[in-house]
Structures are given as C-alpha cells and as structure tokens.
C-alpha cells in the first residue's frame, strides 16, 4: 500500500456517523485511508474554526482498512490537525467529505460543515469533494451511494479539478439514481426560521427550524431541479467568493 | 425618525466590542439603528448556525441612538433571530457587520464571523457590508475608519448592490489611508498552524495560530497588495459558491 495514493476522509455528522463509514466502504481499494472526524455532531459548522481552546486528536478503531481518528472540533479543524499531525509532510490525493445524512443542496453549502472540510482542503490545493444523502436519518440507507462515490472520486483522483474548485454532491435517497448532472447551486431562501417557546420562567426562546424557499424552481440548471428529478448532482464549488464580474459595477457604485 | 431607513448591525466580536460602538457611531443619522450582536465573541464562526441549542435574545443599553441586542449565538444566528424577533415584517435597507478587530482580506473571508453575517443578510436580499480594521487590539484605534465607513454605507443605501453580491471591507490601521480601491480577494493559504503542547497528563493538545502564505503578492489587483500600500479595500463577494465557469470542465472530468 506504500506507493498507493493518500485519501484523507472527514465529515460533520462526527466519528460515528453511518455516513462515514460508508464513504470509507465505497472507496476502498483506491488509496490508503486516513478518516479525522469530529468527536461530536457538527452539523451547521460552515467554515468556522477553533481560534480559542485546545484541540486534540484520539485514535479510534479502524473502520474497515481506514485508520481512524476523532478531533474535539469542527470539520476544517479536522483538516487542519489531520494535515498537521497524521498526514505532516505527506502528499494527499484527494479529501473526501460526507457521506452527510442531510441535503447540502441549494444555499444550504454556506452552512455545511461537510462542504467547509471540502473548502479547507482546496485551499490546501488537494482535490476535494463534500457528498450528501438527501436523508436526515441515522438509520437512512446509504446502499445507493457506493457506485456514485467511487466512480466520482476515481475520475477526480485520476484527471484532477480545476484549480480554485472542489465539488459539492448531493445523491437523492428516493430510489437508485438516474444519473449525474453537473449543475450549478439552486437559488433559495431560509423562512419561518425558528419555533417559539417559553421557558417555565416565562422567557422567551427559539430554535432553528425553516422552510426552504426555491427562488428558481423552474430553472433546469440548478442541484435542487435534478435532485427533484432523482439524478445525482454535482456542483463545482469556489471557496474565494470574490465576484469578479461585479468589480467594475462596485467600483461605480461606491465612487472609487 | 419613524421614514428614516432600518439599519441591521451585527459583529462577531460582541455586543461589548469597541468596533461594534464604532460602527454604530459611524453610520448615526443614516437610518434608525438596530444592533444585533453575540453575546460572547464569536471570531472565526464563518457563516456557522447553532442547530441544537436554544437561543435567547436579550435587550441591552443603547448604544448611542441605536436599540442594542445580545444574541447567545453565532452572527449567523443573529441575523436571522433579529429578523425573526425584532425586525419582524419590517424592511431593512441595509445589513452592516463589524468594524472587526482584525483583518479579514485574502482568504480569512471564508472562516469570518463578520462576513457570515453579511452573506446571510445579502441571501435574504439586503445590500450588506462587513467592516474590518487591521488591528486585533481591543484597544485598537477605531478613528480613521468612521469616514470610510459612513460614505460607503451611505453609497450602498443609496445605489444598492448588484443582486446576490455583498462587499468585504477592510481597513488599514497604520495611519489615515490614502484612498479606496475595489479589487478581488488575495489568494494565499495558512502554514504552521498550530503550537503543539503537553498537558500535565502527558497528553499532547494544539492551539490554533498559523503564518499566511500570500501566494500571489506581486498582483495589484487584490485587497493584501492594497491594504499593504495603505489604500482601504472593498471586495465583491457572493455567497452562491458556484464555480459556473467550470461546469462544462468538471462535466468532462466526471463523464457526466
């Protein structure tokens, strides 16, 4: 296995996730697998990091002929410590993100902290690619995944991604996939954002809940259309957000 | 006041933070000012949401003119609990986050607090800017910033933004800067990122720092060039991720 390339795995969904384990199984035999996940769920991480307590880093037992290990953060300090501690010095091929039980479609890839392990890892400049189930469920069944994980990550691993670019998938739970669509990001929204509450002190509070809004939904170029249409989608993600169409247009805007 | 614009002001260093009472101070008299910031500093959450916890907001002194709110969150999280609680049904002319202690240019953008609250507001629609000085000090000196800050804030109110695009202001902190230029980000990637310890146990654990890589430093078309020259920067940035000039790339890689 000495000369087979390096594959480091993260997710958000934390160390136990099912989504982690069989992203570890639909990959395996492609390179030598290293899995640093969150010790705990961190779902909704984005790109946060850690900037103000220890982080650590605990072997846990291998997950088929993965070595894995649990880090007490969020998912890019999982990149960050994976590069820093197991991986220093090694070259890495591809880092994979996911399998996460939850759509990252539409504006929900701002939020992902699958996506933000994905962004991290690019900008490392490593060929990186965030996978979703549209199932919230630990129990959901990931069966379907296999075939579409592999095959994206073996063409990734052999041909490369454009500089600056990882890739965001999303794999429809439904039924086997018809296929893959390379689409860009749906327009939407967040409403109806948090359930109401009072606390036996009579103080409010609230939790995060909300209904999506399509902004686009007749549009046959976005994830969202093709994942309502049970393909397999694939979006090509830029973790620098500059807008550089829109230089000029700001430039006159604000009077440089 | 009841005609004048709603101003939105979030930070991610805390309702406390001295930048926080700057901005306030520099936009006085555009609009009917409310503040909506974390209760406990929140550097580095990037466009992160609190999924699993209750979150409470609480009202605290005024702050100059403007009605100030503690939020037990994220910036995130504070954008859209203010639009849930406070600005309910009300329309907001623009989103404001900051001033932050310390630089968001190159590619700090992404792991930003300050700038995931602007993101969020500019997907709800709202001309949104967030505001960093080059000084991490909570002593740092705030006063060169108020000019820069109220005339492009009062240019964005005005003319409004391109749809989907916010700005990513930052602000040199040596001396009265000479001028303002509208460029891309800076590209560049963090090395040596942590200080590896051993606690009392024997146990290793890391602390986050990190030196950054400005892998393109001869450019003049980015904010680190410019901020180094003394200019203050404004970058348009878009939340949507997508990489549409690489889909027809990525179809090829993948076999779509």
Chains 1, 2 share one sequence.
């Not at 820093?84 to 479609?105: C, D, F, P, R």
């Not at 490369?160 to 390379?182: D, E, F, S, T, Y």
């Not at 249409?229 to 009077?255: H, K, Q």
Request: aromatic share 6%; net charge negative; hydrophobic share 35%.
């Amino acid at each position: 296995m000495s000369d087979s390339p390096t594959i480091l795995i993260c997710n958000d969904d934390s160390v136990d996730a099912p989504g982690l384990r069989c992203l570890i199984e639909s990959v395996s035999g492609l390179g030598h697998i290293i899995a640093v996940a969150p010790s705990t769920p961190q779902s909704g991480k984005s790109s946060a990091i850690t900037v103000d307590k220890p982080l650590r880093i605990a072997r846990r037992p291998d997950i088929g002929q993965a070595e894995v290990y649990a880090v007490n953060g969020t998912p890019v300090d999982c990149v960050k410590l994976a590069m820093h501690t197991v991986l220093s010095g090694k070259k890495v091929a591809a880092v994979l993100s996911g399998i996460n039980h939850g759509s990252n479609a539409g504006n929900c890839v701002i939020y992902s902290g699958t996506m933000g392990a994905a962004f991290e890892a690019c900008m490392l400049g490593i060929p990186a690619i965030g996978f979703s189930l549209l199932h919230h469920s630990w129990e959901a069944d990931f069966s379907q995944c296999g075939h579409f994980v592999r095959s994206i990550t073996k063409a990734v691993i052999d041909k490369g991604l454009p500089k600056g670019i990882c890739l965001n998938v999303n794999i429809p739970a439904r039924c086997i996939p018809n296929g893959v669509k390379v689409v860009k990001a749906g327009e939407g929204y967040w409403t109806e954002e948090y359930v109401d509450y009072i606390d036996p002190q009579g103080r409010p509070f609230y939790l995060l809940t909300g209904r999506y809004i399509d902004t686009n939904p007749e549009s046959d170029q976005t994830d969202s259309y093709w994942l309502d249409r049970n393909y397999v989608t694939v979006v090509p993600v830029r973790p620098d957000p500059t807008a550089t169409d829109c230089l000029e247009a700001v430039g006159n805007i604000i009077g440089e």
